[in-house]
């Protein structure tokens, strides 16, 4: 600890209430929303889409299980890095750590360049931000209006998040519930359209996903689209299930905030559940809504696709009031987005910094909120890098959180197989779940990393394999700078 610091600690501040906002608001970013036209319809379709985010919030169930176990025994900041230092030792911790900084630091910039389309696309063709124009990134324009819009957004929820775990927590908690209510209130209106007959099955067709580039081929949409059956049901399925370490990543920042929590940690395991449960309703109402209230949605994606398919379906289901309703929920999704993941990456960073894994100014508190002010003012410059790229960039941004929970959710499953075989606790159903989210995060790594004849569209993209390799290489020369000072002859030897 830094001498700054004597006296100082993260002040226990949240209420399950709050921790709940903190999972859910981090599970349910942007990504929800552009997500259905931009990914899950075109790879994995209506159906194939639902299933596959229904496996993947069953999974991190069984994932959660495991979570549940370790942070009763180890409530501190640090949550799967604490975990893996203490079961598997310095180097696999550093190893943890590393790519859980990636996993929730890439969602603090792929939240931020939303910002610009939210307020474009919900006032028309005013697009009042999109003024000085300054470059095109990987095929997208970008805007000083919209870049200086999401700068404000992202340095004001700092400050908010510098200012106290209890600031955060309220305005976390009620953003959450705004979301959820926005989400809720548009299934309803679909569900009254179904009834009166304004919403068809045929709509949500085609099931499984389908081929952008044969149906453009083909000049008539429809045809080539209703024939085509390029996509198997299982490629449909692991397209989007590949990724549900990402659509999922959230729950898990709940270890990160344990030593702030103001309440028992038996609690844990509930709250990650219902969050889970929330977040994965939320992913298969929005795509199932995009897709059944926008006739041939598929032909319109062909021609742009660019297009804001859940904006459309709301306004046709409601009107106006359909728009203010995703407005809303898309508002609240991205800035619980950002301050959940800004608290996560900060509590990651100030507890690598105490172990020495990290230079010491990231384990400074402020001296009046008792928060990582210098861990937090990292996490927003980086955070920063995601106007200048541009909205284009959300899918590197993805691959790269997810590869980044996997790695998490895989280390705290078998650190909760070494403490119970440590420990003599005899769990039977406990040990098989731990195994199994063991397995299942290992398959997720490979869908994401290897490409699988038959699967091309599930692994990596090239521009996230070149992310990729650029985290993997800073962390290989930080470890040689660093790695003496927290790991010993014995331990470097063993590895």
Known sequence: MNKDNQGQHLEKKLNPMNVWALAFGCIIGWGAFVN???????????????????????????????????????????????????????NCAYICGWFLII????????????????????????????????????????YLGE?????????????????????????QTILAILLAVSVFALVIAAIINVINGNIKIDNIKPFWGYDKEAALAAGQYSEALANNDKMSIMAGVLATLS???????????????A???????????????????????????NNTIAAAAVTNYPELLTQDSGRWLLLEAA?????????VLVGVAVFSAVLTGIMGFYMASSRLMYSMSKEGYLPKFFSKLDKKHNTPKAAMIFCMIVSLSGPILGREALGWFVDMSAIGASIGYGFTCLSTLVTMKREGDKKPMLAILAVLGSLFSLIFLILQVVPIPGLEGVHFGTESYI?????????????????????????KAEV
């Open 36 to 90: 259905p036209g931009k990914k899950f319809l075109p790879k994995s379709g209506t159906l194939g889409t639902a299933i596959a985010l229904a496996l993947g919030a069953l999974i991190m169930i069984i994932i959660a299980f495991s979570y549940s176990y370790m942070v009763p025994k180890y409530p501190k900041a640090g949550g799967e890095f604490t975990f893996t230092k203490v079961c598997f030792g310095k």
């Open 103 to 142: 996993a929730y630091l890439a969602n603090v910039p792929m939240n931020s360049t939303a910002l610009g389309l939210i307020v474009d696309g919900l006032d028309g063709e005013a697009n009042i931000l999109r003024f000085g124009y300054l470059y095109t990134s990987a095929g997208f324009d970008i």
């Open 147 to 171: 870049m200086l819009f999401a700068f404000l957004i992202l340095i004001l929820f700092a400050v908010f998040s510098i200012r106290g775990v209890k600031v955060a927590g309220v305005i």
């Open 243 to 257: 990724i549900a370490p990402w659509a999922f990543v959230g729950f898990d920042t709940i270890p990160q905030a």
């Open 259 to 285: 030593e702030e929590f103001n309440f028992k940690t038996k609690k844990v395991n509930f709250i990650m559940i219902i969050a889970i449960i929330f977040g994965g309703f939320v992913y298969i109402a």
């Open 315 to 323: 306004r046709n289901l409601l009107g106006v009031p359909g728009v």
């Open 467 to 491: 992310m990729l390799a650029v985290w993997v290489v800073l962390g290989i020369v930080f470890y040689l700078f660093k790695g003496k000072q927290f790991t010993n002859k014995e331990e």
